[in-house]
């Protein structure tokens, strides 16, 4: 690394040689000195021009001293033209751009939804690679509370949900561990323990300025992103003061309890502008719940039953607070340092209350089985912390400074260092049991998706009759810690003409911490509580059950009873905890070069190749769950990987005209392994009977990537985009659950073993339409209307899945992705109708057709809308998940319920007040 360095030092040392260091930089803004991201400012004399940055910051470098035209664009405002005369030094000027004015005499750009929309496509028009460009005043207009929900919204996007929220994100049918998140360029540890999935439902979305998704990263990108990159871009200080405030309260009506959220800003510049600074804050409360029932089917002597099912009742409270602090500094026109930082964390406070028929027997020729029933209570110690209830705190952080620097009158140095950690933490988490093994029960079918099991014994809901079966408690903690530090380069080599070009290049460190330390006891309380009603309990049937009111949870044990008990003396359970334990350490060392070419003044292209080097440590434990009696039975496993890849990359873009585009791009990216996955692990639940196992000998998954998209945007913002992908994977990761004996205490039984494995390869192929239009060319009041909607269509096939026939589709591509809204907006009122669809898609390969697990296909309708009273105070309301849609997977075929999980449709109203 040092003498990557130092041959870095020198080249740019020979490249500073140049006899020209005039040069024009500063910012552009709109009407009311916020800038304008994406604007085009240019000397059409020389030929050369830029587009602005998230901030609205520009630099021309490298240009000859003299007079020039000056011109600058923006769909939707006037174009500028000014004359400016450049000395033998950089001259700092910013511009300032107003709307366009139709025919009508009426503003174009007006209203926060134009203005979000005109600075998103003016971001993406201006990109030299494939993006999607989601602004804040965009993300303002949907009823998103999180990024993921946002991200929802764009092209070839869907996501995967818990609790109601959308969390994992899917790219182009790719499942989440394909793709990558990233915090200002940066990747974002994972608070998860067993995967590198960044959980999008931990950030707000009022904490980002603009989400940049990149379906075709480029050389100076980090390469682990088969489906796309994600980049979520922080608030940066803007030209004059700004401050707002905003608080909203509404309801759940799947428990009738609240929600609210409070969030503010406030961000300006100081010591004659050379000091900038902005702070962001967020904090989100949701007292909600779910309605869940889950199945296992089973098949023999040609009879599909049931053979488990659960009724579960949620209780949530979902607590979200997020703050954010950058900076910045320019003591000149050559150079600016800054501070930039984030802090989020997400507590959910969550009861469960379980009841699981289990062990049911294939059923008789009356349809009779006799089942175990278990009930169980799922709460946590009586304390400040915990309260009665299972927490799950996550958090994250990052923090990085860094640099960027004009030396030698055209040459940019960029470098930046920073830290960044996820963690989760589940303290005192408490679970109590009861169980009666002689139930019978009728299994009924009449509601195909929605079967019932009846249970014939008059004392289901007895609690005399349920033994104890035990009492746990356990805690948890994973953390993932990162350190990173790159440098890059750009050179120019010819800056101004038809045929101007430069060279970038750089390195990048990354080093990475993993660890999961979790615990579990168990405590022997049969003497003192022999039967469930020998405790407290209460009856925790739903009337009005989402699911259906045939579902009756009945009595369990009180949240508060499980939370008062003293727990003393337990017992380690090892086979419960020991096999989830695991550390990693992971260095990544990269570097890359890329050359940016013009040839003539409508092609351009990007040449370059990136090369990644990845060493990972682990350490994993393992026991003999035959024989393990204490952690002096424990033994340690170890192991290291190490691979390099080679990643070149090649990307074109062609200017039809001014406002039309092609693009072309030839990508090749990867996607490792979870940590987790390699540790060789066996971790045993005999009580679900069901196992997982490691794979230490699994291979990062590698991408070749085609993509080709035509775009054309309005002059009255607005796009219409149409585009078609291939990717070809080698050595893809699943899931793949098999049927293996495995014995337990003497007792040998059939288990469900989870492993990951490499597959042969798949190929993924399809295409993506969109369209934005402002409706202006209607009469009256219709002229106000914006429509909105993006159709996605993935197809994919697999070989090399063990045990199963080639041509599957791979798990997680999704096959049909719909986004549409309709938008009304004046200059006060604003209200928007959104749609989101996604089809179903397997999620888990089983070891046959019957065992597949699929996600199922989901429709949400949201609306929202706002008022704005004065220039200053703006009301607002949403209401969100209106078709009551659940979370459901399902076993083999489209009516074999596995799980469905129903929420019902929330709404909140607020006021936001603008200093």
Sequence with gaps: MKKLILITLCLVSVLGYSQSKSGLKGRVLDETNQPLPGATISIPSLQVGFSTDFNGNYELLNIPVGNYEVQISFLGYQTLTETITLTNNIKSKNFSLTPKIDRLDEVVIKGSIGKGQAKALNQQKNKENITNIISADQVGKFPDANIGDALKRVPGISMQNDQGEARDIVIRGLAPQLNSVTLNGDRIPSAEGDNRRVQMDLIPSDMIQTIEVNKAVTPDMEGDAIGGSVNLVTRSAPTTFRAFVAGSYGQNPVRNTPNYNVSALVANRAFKDKLGYVINASYNSNDYGSDNVEFEWEKENNKTYIGEHDIRRYDVKRNRMSVSANLDWTPDNNNTLFFKSMYNQRNDYENRYRVRFRKIDEPDATGLSKAEVRRQTKGGINNDTNDNTRLERQSTYNISVGGEHIIFGNIKLNWK???????????????????????????????????????????????????????????????????????????????????????????????????????????DLEDQFPTMNTTTTNDYTINGYLAGNDYKSGLFVSKEFLGNLNLTGGELVLDEFVPENYDANENIYAAYGMLQQNLGNNFSFIAGVRVEKTTIDYNGFAIDVETADDLSDVTKTSGTRNYTNWLPNLQAKYNIDKNTIVRAAWTNTIARPNYYDLVPYRNINSDDIEAEYGNPNLDPTEAMNFDLMFEHYFSNVGIISAGVFYKDLDKFIYNSVTEEPITVGGVTETYDVTRPFNGGTAEIYGFEVALQRKLNFLPGFLRNLTVYGNYTYTDSKTDGIADREDGLPLAGAVKNMFNGSLAYESSKLSIRASLNFADDYIFEYGDDAFTDVFYDEQLFVDLNASYRITKNLQIFAEAKNLTNQELRFYQGAKHQTMQAEFYNYNWNAGLKYNF
């Design 417 to 523: 260092t920073g830290t960044a950690k996820a963690k989760e933490e589940r303290p005192d988490e408490r679970y109590i049991s009861f169980e009666n093994d002689d139930i019978e029960v009728m299994q009924d079918f009449s509601r195909t998706n929605f079967p019932v099991l009846r249970p014939t014994n008059n004392d289901f809901n007895d609690p005399s009759t349920f033994d104890y079966k035990e009492v746990t408690q356990q805690q948890g903690f994973t953390q993932e810690r990162k350190i990173s530090s790159n440098f890059d380069v750009l050179a120019p080599i010819n800056a101004t003409g038809a045929y101007k070009n430069s060279l970038k290049f750089g390195f990048k460190y990354k080093y990475k911490e993993k660890v999961r330390d979790n615990s579990f006891y168990e405590y």
